[in-house]
């Protein structure tokens, strides 16, 4: 009877627990499958995530020839398309994306949009834009057929569809030319120039220049969505050759191979190409010095640079006068590639010693982790703006130093990530090759996972502002009325930075870290990359990938990070402490006396020690009997025996467990926020060592609102701790301790206002040490 009481006190617990939260069971169908949501599966696209044995898309490759007129800050070209229609279909007409449109007066974007008009006013950008009176956009003055042919066509803003006089069938390619003409803008998010007035040049920045054909694909049919300027762009794989003609003075850089560099640089630049093809340092292709005796000089003609780019979504090149020009060749997965930076003297000293290592090592990191880089180089270019803007091979970025050449570490440290992120744009999107139109996050979020990643492998310490959990807790504390879903249209999404960047990223550093393990997730994420190099993946292709390459169910992880609002925020709301009962009758009888001496000491009989000099019983002797000095709490004899006999009677194990002294602790957790979360616990003990156990996310799925645990020790907690490593974004950590821990009071500061920005560390030892300016690199 007394080993069944033991199992049955032990089972009571669990037993009240689960009635506790069965009778509390509301799941809001947060561990429901996704089949309902996700696509169907079919032989396009496989229930396993990846591209099934009709998988299929279109291909257009180009020809082109273009001009940059330095004077006008205009764009003249022409192309001839080969479109292969590879879909099942017959396709009457095509569409053709004109993104210059989008800075065309009547637009979508400025009539749809708010003018810039902001919390805080307007920018001086967005002034600029709606009261300049350059006539902005393409203007479009051919389309015809290889025999000359015109081409029936209509412009729809940012779209044009060309009527084909014959539909072209299913596995046939068709052929026509385009020419066109447009003015720069100035630089403008993604493309355009940037003027110098001090020397009156300008640096080009040439990108979404060219007609191009929308995607024709299984999902969508034709995906014509109007550019708006957030959701970026749907394209397709092609072939590219590409002639441009720029001053002669210029040097042109592009995402393509060069393929005339006998005609277009001098002899010397053909010697230090050949060093930097065996240099461990870039290689100085153009100097400072040779760039800035170019910038005050006069082009005395034209010179064509022609590129080629194979299996590429785009192309986009940079021209300037202006440029320093550096280049190294790094090994990359047993391949060499052409690392290069383009950057004015205004770069300098960050962009020399920066720009080129860093576009080496982000290739390097990428191609670990997805697949190995597969083009024959990769670009970075100085635009000047805070951000950036990526292409195949090339990309514009920001980062400048002070006029002085002193910079801060956060002027650095920017510099840097963002050329990490638009050199990474090659790995998302312009390999893997999703819809950025529609899902801005399949390309933004994954590559700021990776940048993340890219990051800690540049420096240790590096600040990463994305990625880890703590960074997007502010989000997720909104209201979540000021929310919307990882999963929404890139036009309509209301924080961008947060939602298509910051959220997805971390949502994929807990995965990695929390949620599947390293070793799991590197191999599922680097399945999907395989799978999906040079195609067109899609949310559920992505999904499906990551579930089936690791094993591991994860659509309520996808449920409540990309589908849902709902924060992470649990608590541990109590601690009750259960020991085992070992029936010993000596340590019985002892704790029943320590307990029987503590409840006498009340407050009379505390006073009646001084108050009553003596008792009737202690001064008439006679008056004891037995029981004055009968201990109640002695051990006899049969008791030991009794209990010797309860010992023989348990197997080895039992008696293990009932000499153990084990606690046993019931901890309730509750799920405050909604969406959730693997529950991590630290247990600190009385003898200053801790313990951290970890539940998976399943813990919640008979109840997501609360848990009760039962958690066995053999030591003394004396405090409990959830998510002590901050790894799964909880948004109130104040209910995280047990026993809670104390309130801390806010700081305030008192300050004056500081009227002029305060110098940078660099420029504040310069002073110290009396040193003038630091310059860019003179060679």
């Known amino acids: 009877m007394k080993k069944i009481f033991l199992i049955l006190s032990i089972l ?68 001839t398309i080969t479109y292969f229609n590879n879909s099942p279909d017959d396709l009457p007409y095509l569409w053709i994306q004109l993104d210059q449109n989008l800075f065309e007066k009547n637009s979508s974007r400025k009539t749809a949009g708010t003018g810039g008009i902001t919390a805080n006013g307007i920018s ?48 046939q390619s068709v052929s026509f030319s385009i020419d066109w003409n447009y003015l720069i ?19 080009y920045f040439i990108a979404h220049w060219f007609p191009r054909l929308a995607v024709y694909n299984d999902v969508y049919g034709w ?33 393509g191979e060069l393929l005339n560099p006998n005609q277009v640089l001098t002899p010397t630049q053909l010697k230090r190409w050949e060093q930097a093809k065996t240099a461990t340092r870039p290689v100085l292709m153009v100097t400072q010095k040779e760039a800035e005796a170019a910038e005050k000089g006069k082009p005395t003609g034209k010179k064509t640079w022609i590129y080629k780019a194979d299996n590429v979504r785009d192309f986009a090149f940079t021209s300037s006068r202006k440029f320093i020009w550096d280049a190294m060749q790094v ?86 990530g963002v050329i990490i992120h638009e050199v990474g744009h090659n790995f998302f999107p312009m390999i893997i090759n999703s819809d950025e139109r529609q899902w801005s996050w399949m390309d933004e979020g994954l590559n700021t996972f990776c940048q993340y990643l890219a990051e800690q492998e540049w420096d240790r310490n590096f600040p990463a502002r994305r990625g880890e959990p703590q960074s997007i807790v502010p989000y997720m504390r909104l209201d979540p009325k000021n929310q919307v879903p990882i999963m929404t249209n890139s036009e309509n999404i209301m924080d961008f930075g947060n939602n298509a960047y910051a959220k997805p990223a971390t949502a994929l550093n807990i995965l990695r870290e929390t949620v599947m393990g390293r070793e799991l997730f590197d191999y599922a994420f680097k399945e999907y990359a395989r799978r999906w190099a040079f195609k067109q993946p899609y949310p559920a292709d992505f999904f499906r990938t990551l579930e089936d390459a690791s094993g591991v169910d994860l659509d309520w992880f996808w449920k409540g990070w990309f589908y849902g609002v709902e924060p992470v925020n649990q608590s541990i709301e109590t601690v009750e402490w259960f020991g085992i ?53 002695a051990t006899t004899d049969e008791e030991k025996k009794k209990y010797q006999d309860y010992l023989s009677s348990l197997s080895e194990e039992e008696r293990n467990l ?40 399943e813990i919640w799925r008979l109840n997501d609102v609360g848990v009760k645990k039962i958690i066995p020790t053999d030591k003394k907690v004396v405090k409990w701790t959830l998510d002590p490593f901050y790894e799964i974004a909880d948004i109130d950590t104040d209910d995280n301790s047990f026993p809670r821990e104390p309130a801390q009071p806010t700081r305030v500061q008192l300050f004056k206002m500081q009227r002029n920005a305060a110098p940078n560390p660099m420029q504040q030892q310069n002073q110290r040490n009396g040193a003038g300016a630091i310059g860019g690199a003179k060679n």
């Open 12 to 79: 009571g617990i669990s037993l009240t627990i689960k009635a506790q939260q069965s009778s509390n069971y509301n799941a809001n169908n947060r561990f429901e499958q996704l089949e309902s949501t996700l696509p169907t599966p079919n032989t396009y696209r496989t229930a396993s995530g990846s591209p099934g044995k009709d998988y299929w898309q279109q291909r257009a490759d180009y020809d082109i020839k273009v001009e940059l007129d330095d004077i006008n800050k205009k764009i003249i070209g022409s192309e």
């Open 124 to 171: 001086a950008d967005a002034f600029k834009d709606l009261t300049d009176p350059k006539e902005y956009g393409y203007k479009i003055t051919s389309v015809k057929d290889l025999k000359g042919n015109p081409l029936r066509h209509t412009i729809n803003q940012t779209m044009m569809r060309i009527d084909l006089p014959s539909p072209v069938r299913s596995g």
């Open 185 to 203: 803008t100035a630089y403008y998010g993604r493309s355009g120039y940037e003027y110098f007035a001090k020397d009156g040049n300008s640096n």
């Open 223 to 255: 995906q014509h969505k109007q550019f708006m300027g957030q959701g970026e762009f749907t394209l397709n794989f092609g072939n590219y050759k590409v002639a441009i003609t720029a001053p002669n003075d210029h040097v042109v850089g592009a995402g």
């Open 331 to 416: 090994d990359v997965e047993g391949k060499k590639v052409w690392a290069m930076s383009y950057f004015s003297k205004e770069g300098n000293p960050l962009w020399e010693k920066y720009s080129t290592m860093v576009v080496a090592h982000t290739l390097r990191s990428y191609s670990k982790r997805t697949v190995a880089y597969p083009y024959p180089v990769a670009i970075s270019c100085h635009s000047g703006v805070g951000g950036g803007m990526e292409y195949p091979m090339i990309s514009f970025n920001g980062g400048r130093p002070e006029a002085d050449g002193t910079y801060s570490e956060a002027v650095k440290n920017g510099m840097i």
């Open 581 to 633: 009962d070992d029936q010993n009758p000596i340590l019985k009888k002892q704790k029943d006396k320590e307990t029987f001496e503590a409840k006498r000491q009340t407050m009379s009989n505390i006073r009646n020690k001084t108050d009553i000099k003596e008792t009737v019983v202690e001064k008439e002797k006679d008056m004891n009997d037995f029981y004055n000095t009968y201990d109640r709490f």
């Open 658 to 697: 009932v000499l153990s002294g084990k606690n046993f602790y019931v901890v309730n957790f509750k799920n405050k926020g909604g969406l959730p979360m693997p529950v991590i616990v630290k247990l600190q003990f009385e003898d200053g060592t801790d313990q951290v156990l970890r539940f998976p996310a």
